[in-house]
């Protein structure tokens, strides 16, 4: 069975461009979350969906992120604009109802 | 207060020696799940094993079980006859409530095993 799928799995882009993350969840699950990874903050949750509806954004550092999940089975990150701070590793999870969460590869993210 | 204290940075263990990797966790509520997840060097995280807050027995997935002390509030993993492929970083996590998906994870703990 194919598992959570993030792509890209590596990113490098210029201060101020557009970054764009993207997850495929687990079919059939119906929670999806996105984490970010870094050495001083440790992994945070930034915000999970349930059933495509947002449903705890309070981890989304500021207005320059934003997340959709427009179906059951793709979401997206949005970085824009972004900045060296925002480098990471950006992971994907998906769960069914309170089972544990699986999550993806990462995305590991680098903003020269 | 931190939810979830994993108080060990870094653990070392000879080749088939158990481990204990400890986690302790702070909630007043009365339902919630403890999770264990393993983050090796390519760094995917993978899901250990999990205990529920009424869960009468200690959780157990092969060579991993969990050693839950509830009035102490503490879930530490053991890990029994290490392997040199269990050489990772391992998470604790906790779901705090009935109502939410949310997970709070610790700062994690990185175990090298020797041969």
């Known amino acids: 069975d194919a598992g959570v799928i993030q792509s890209p799995r590596h990113e490098v882009t210029e201060m101020g461009q557009e970054v764009t993350l993207r997850c495929k969840p687990i079919?059939?699950?119906?929670?999806l979350f996105w984490y970010r990874q870094t050495m001083m903050r440790g992994l945070e949750l930034l915000i999970y969906?349930?059933?495509?509806?947002?449903?705890?954004d309070s981890g989304m550092p500021e207005d320059r992120f934003s997340a959709k999940m427009p179906n059951a089975s793709f979401s997206t990150l949005k970085i824009q604009p972004s900045e060296p701070r925002d480098s990471a590793v950006y992971f994907c999870?998906?769960?069914?109802?309170?089972?544990?969460?699986?999550f993806g590869d990462g995305t590991r993210l680098s903003i020269l | 207060a931190q939810k979830i204290t994993q108080t060990q940075p870094g653990m070392f263990v000879q080749e088939k020696e158990a481990v204990t990797l400890d986690c302790t966790y702070d909630?007043?509520?009365?339902?919630?799940?403890l999770f264990w997840y393993k983050q090796p060097s390519s760094g995917e995280m993978i899901f250990l094993i999990y205990?529920?807050?009424?869960?009468?027995q200690n959780a157990t997935e092969g060579r991993y079980s969990l050693n839950f002390q509830k009035a102490r509030k503490s879930a530490n993993l053991v890990i029994s006859a290490s392997q040199l492929g269990d050489s990772a970083m391992y998470f604790c996590a906790m779901r705090e409530g009935r109502n939410t998906d949310k997970l709070i994870f610790g700062t994690g703990t990185r175990l090298q095993v020797f041969p």
């Open positions: 999870a998906s769960s069914f109802g309170y089972q544990p969460q699986h």
């Open positions: 205990q529920g807050s009424y869960d009468q």
């Open positions: 079919s059939g699950h119906d929670y």
């Open positions: 909630t007043s509520d009365p339902s919630y799940g």
């Open positions: 969906f349930n059933n495509n509806v947002p449903i705890d």
